[in-house]
């Protein structure tokens, strides 16, 4: 246990990981284009730092971001004199559970891979690397006008994630279930399923993150948990223990798709639905005090920690999703201080 529970620490203390400048070519040919790269990276990492959206990354670093200019199907003659092709900034945790922000030339399309993604009228998307993203992906962006950029290759660090033993669970709640269970389990399938069916564009991530509870961090995301010993699927959240009762923000603005007060393995459940595929889920709530439909801002009290659900005492659990990409909650918010 205590070998893999600094894996990730030794991981970070492995890699250098300030962002790989020196490797960062441009799309455009001037040392003056290329200074610009480097502002503009920089402007976005302060604009990170504002929203609340950074401090967590220098704990496990920022990567490493490689414009891969070896494609030269940009025709520099196409560069116009104000300087108008300028890359995108993006700034995040380059690494498995990573979450990036983004900003292009408004009316773009930005493709990660084969999917297209969301940006909004200012030119702002984002996206996300699931816990075992392969180690690299490529951000292919056409402007409004059809001007293609080079593709860039994006580097995203692995990680190792830490093994945890539970033993002692209830064994109905491990893997026996009698028919009235398995309905409660199956409708609560379809209650999630329904609430993820008409998700916003709007990009109220913007509005930063912060601990929807300040405590004591007792489990970590992307750890394989092997509940009376039988693997499970790896932890998809971040819990933080606190008392029953304690009040529960919302981590970040958007809307509640989901508010329940009893389901099988989750307990009292939000969702909150922060805009271009981003949601966050809040589990094991004592209290439920939002509604789905209902807007919320962060920091808003929309219910109370509990133990409800499959929990072994009281904590929240809080994950984070880009699409159906499980990211890592704890590299958006500031380090905890309990303060
Ligand atoms: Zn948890």
Same mark, same amino acid.
């Given at each position: 246990m205590s070998r893999t529970r600094y894996a990730v620490l030794m991981v970070a203390l492995a890699f250098p990981l300030t962002p790989d400048i020196a490797n960062a070519d441009t799309l455009a040919a001037t040392p003056e284009d290329e200074a610009k790269v480097n502002n503009t990276a920089t402007s976005m990492k302060d604009l990170m730092r504002e929203a609340g959206l950074s401090s967590s990354t220098d704990s496990l670093g920022e990567g490493t971001l490689m414009m891969d200019m070896k494609v030269a199907q940009l025709d520099t003659s196409e560069i116009r004199p104000d300087g108008g092709i300028t890359p995108p900034t993006l700034a995040g945790d380059f690494a498995q559970g990573g979450l990036i922000i983004g900003e292009t030339m408004p009316g773009s399309t930005v493709m990660l891979d084969d999917m297209t993604l969301d940006v909004d009228a200012e030119g702002r998307f984002i996206f996300g690397f699931d816990r075992d993203h392969p180690e690299t992906a490529v951000l292919r962006?056409?402007?409004?006008?059809? #001007?293609?950029?080079?593709?860039? #290759?994006?580097?995203?660090?692995?990680?190792?994630?830490?093994?945890?033993?539970?033993?002692?669970?209830?064994?109905?709640? !491990?893997?026996?279930?009698?028919?009235?269970?398995?309905?409660?389990?199956?409708?609560?399938?379809?209650?999630?399923?329904?609430?993820?069916?008409? &998700?916003?564009? @709007?990009?109220?991530?913007?509005?930063?993150?912060?601990?929807?509870?300040?405590?004591?961090?007792?489990?970590?995301?992307?750890? @394989?948990?092997?509940?009376?010993?039988?693997?499970?699927?790896?932890?998809?959240?971040?819990?933080?223990?606190?008392? #029953?009762?304690?009040?529960?923000?919302?981590?970040?603005?958007?809307? !509640? #798709?989901?508010?329940?007060?009893?389901?099988?393995?989750?307990?009292?459940? !939000?969702?909150?639905?922060?805009?271009?595929?981003?949601?966050?889920?809040?589990?094991? &709530?004592?209290?439920?005090?939002?509604?789905?439909?209902?807007?919320?801002?962060?920091?808003?009290v929309i219910g109370a920690v509990g133990a409800t659900g499959r929990a072994t005492g009281p904590h929240v659990h809080w994950s984070l999703k880009w699409r159906d990409r499980l990211l890592d909650a704890q590299l958006v918010v500031p380090e905890m201080s309990n303060d």
């Open positions: 962006i056409t402007y409004p006008d059809g #001007t293609i950029l080079a593709p860039q #290759t994006l580097n995203v660090e692995p990680r190792d994630f830490k093994i945890e033993r539970i033993d002692g669970l209830p064994d109905n709640k !491990v893997n026996q279930f009698t028919p009235e269970e398995e309905q409660k389990i199956v409708r609560g399938i379809e209650l999630k399923k329904a609430a993820r069916e008409n &998700m916003q564009k @709007q990009a109220d991530w913007t509005s930063g993150f912060e601990w929807p509870v300040r405590g004591r961090i007792s489990g970590v995301f992307g750890s @394989q948990r092997i509940l009376n010993g039988v693997p499970r699927r790896f932890h998809s959240g971040v819990d933080v223990a606190v008392p #029953t009762g304690t009040d529960l923000r919302a981590p970040a603005d958007g809307i !509640v #798709t989901l508010a329940e007060d009893d389901m099988y393995f989750e307990g009292g459940l !939000v969702f909150i639905d922060h805009g271009q595929g981003l949601e966050s889920a809040l589990l094991h &709530m004592s209290r439920v005090d939002v509604q789905a439909g209902q807007r919320v801002q962060k920091g808003d």
